[in-house]
């Protein structure tokens, strides 16, 4: 019996290779093949730090793994879908597309919330950022929260593009839009998606600094 593992981050500088196939023990959950696996990366990514996937959703670390499940380890969380309310693009943002999309003749609030790359953090001053997705996963769960949203808040619309890849200061990293009846409604669901989406989404951020780099923790 054996997996798959995707790796991201730091996992992935670490082994060399985002994915590899690894033999699996009876019984064996998605933490032990972990501890296995990872046994010399307890400093640098402890497991309690970690999130785990299995087929694309995200599990316990207790969960039985079965034979060629498709397992994701996913450290601290800082295209291609049919949802045409999310994007993943290496490309830069374009925001007017995203207010297009939400907006409607009885949403008569529009908030919009756009993180940009700074030239610091804590004294250190930002050469540039890295973003690295597990894109499958990560629209899925963009695709999840717009749901919980729009449900949380009846009649608005909201939609969200993140940029993968390298950025400069300055940059778009993220935009979210969010459209309501009333401004209230729209600056709440606006909050909530990025505040959610820095929770659950599987993107990474590699901080470049003048003088060494960090992977961060959202």
Request: charged share 25%; with cysteine.
């Amino acid at each position: 019996m054996s997996v798959s593992v995707r790796l991201f981050a730091m996992l992935r500088e670490q082994r060399g290779e985002s994915r590899l196939q690894a033999d699996l023990r009876t019984g064996e959950t998605v933490g032990e093949l972990f501890d296995r696996l990872f046994a010399d990366s307890a400093e640098q990514c402890p497991p309690e730090s970690l999130l785990f996937a299995v087929n694309r959703s995200y599990v316990a670390a207790e969960h039985v793994l079965q034979d060629g499940d498709e397992v994701a380890f996913i450290p601290p969380l800082a295209g291609g879908s049919g949802d045409r309310r999310v994007l993943l693009t290496d490309q830069p943002l374009q925001l007017a597309p995203l207010v297009e999309s939400v907006s409607g003749p009885g949403r008569g609030g529009i908030a919009t919330f756009t993180g940009c790359v700074r030239d610091h953090f804590e004294g250190r001053r930002v050469v540039c950022l890295d973003y690295e997705a597990y894109a499958e996963m990560a629209l899925a769960e963009m695709s999840r929260l717009c749901d919980e949203i729009e449900a949380e808040w009846p009649g608005t619309a909201i939609a969200m593009a993140h940029r993968v890849g390298r950025l400069e200061v300055g940059e778009a990293a993220v935009h979210i839009v969010a459209a309501a009846g009333h401004r209230a409604e729209a600056f709440a669901a606006c909050r909530a998606g990025i505040d959610r989406l820095k929770e659950t989404v599987p993107i990474f951020k590699k901080e470049n600094y003048d003088d060494g780099s960090l992977w961060k923790s959202g």
